[in-house]
Nanobody, 113 residues
Framework: QVQLVESGGGFVQAGGSLRLSCAAS??????MGWFRQAIGKQREFVAV??????NTAGTLKGRFTISRDNSKTTVYLNMTSLKPEDTAVYYC??????????WGQGTLVTVSS
């Protein structure tokens, strides 16, 4: 069973930056990425990196950047110029070579105005 361990969430003032990390127990997979879900809203795509390429949601490009370490088992989400509307629980995910998508436990990001 795939294990995903997220870290890096927290409280930040508007205009600040945070970096989220997600470490996977798998070494071979298709993609890893991030979604987020704000209170009362649907979960929305943030960014992905892997066999399908690298992509970031259009509204977040220029502020959010996805990257990974040399082992390719940890992905990062660098978030800059944060806004109150970025407040959400951020979920890491992994699409394995076989089987269904795995999700991390989520990490809360709170941006104050």
């Amino acid at each position: 069973q795939v294990q995903l361990v997220e870290s890096g969430g927290g409280f930040v003032q508007a205009g600040g930056s945070l970096r989220l990390s997600c470490a996977a127990s798998e070494t071979e997979f298709n993609d890893m990425g991030w979604f987020r879900q704000a209170i009362g809203k649907q979960r929305e795509f943030v960014a992905v990196m892997g066999r399908s390429g690298t992509n970031t949601a259009g509204t977040l490009k220029g502020r959010f950047t996805i990257s990974r370490d040399n082992s390719k088992t940890t992905v990062y989400l660098n978030m800059t110029s944060l806004k109150p509307e970025d407040t959400a629980v951020y979920y890491c995910y992994l699409d394995p070579l076989v089987g269904s998508r795995a999700w991390g436990q989520g990490t809360l990001v709170t941006v104050s105005s």
